[in-house]
Nanobody
Framework: QVQLVESGGGLVQAGESLRLSCAAS????????MGWYRQAPGRQRELVAI???????NYADSVKGRFTISRDNAKNTVYLQMNSLKPDDTAVYYC?????????WGQGTQVTVSS
């Protein structure tokens, strides 16, 4: 059984930075994709960033140039460096691990950006 544990959320002011971490335990394959999604109140969950086999990355247009996703396969951990945060970035951020017909989610971590 795979477990994903997120950390690093919090309350910051606009323009500040946060770094989210997601540690995966269990049977993990480096070829599985790892990503971050977010869900704001009253809105659907949306993709923020994803890193796939080979290290290729993809970002939502709204975060390009501000957020960076990275991965440490030795630690089974994915990170999301969030810079120049905006109030619109306020949401619960979820870690996702996907591949081989499997789909795992973390419990979510709250990010709140005040103006």
């Amino acid at each position: 059984q795979v477990q994903l544990v997120e950390s690093g959320g919090g309350l910051v002011q606009a323009g500040e930075s946060l770094r989210l971490s997601c540690a995966a335990s269990g049977s993990i394959f480096s070829s599985m994709s790892m990503g971050w999604y977010r869900q704001a109140p009253g809105r659907q969950r949306e993709l923020v960033a994803i890193i796939i086999r080979g290290g290729n990355t993809n970002y939502a247009d709204s975060v390009k140039g501000r957020f960076t996703i990275s991965r440490d396969n030795a630690k089974n951990t994915v990170y999301l460096q969030m810079n120049s945060l905006k109030p619109d970035d306020t949401a619960v951020y979820y870690c996702n691990l996907r591949g081989y017909g499997l789909d795992y989610w973390g419990q979510g971590t709250q990010v709140t950006v005040s103006s």
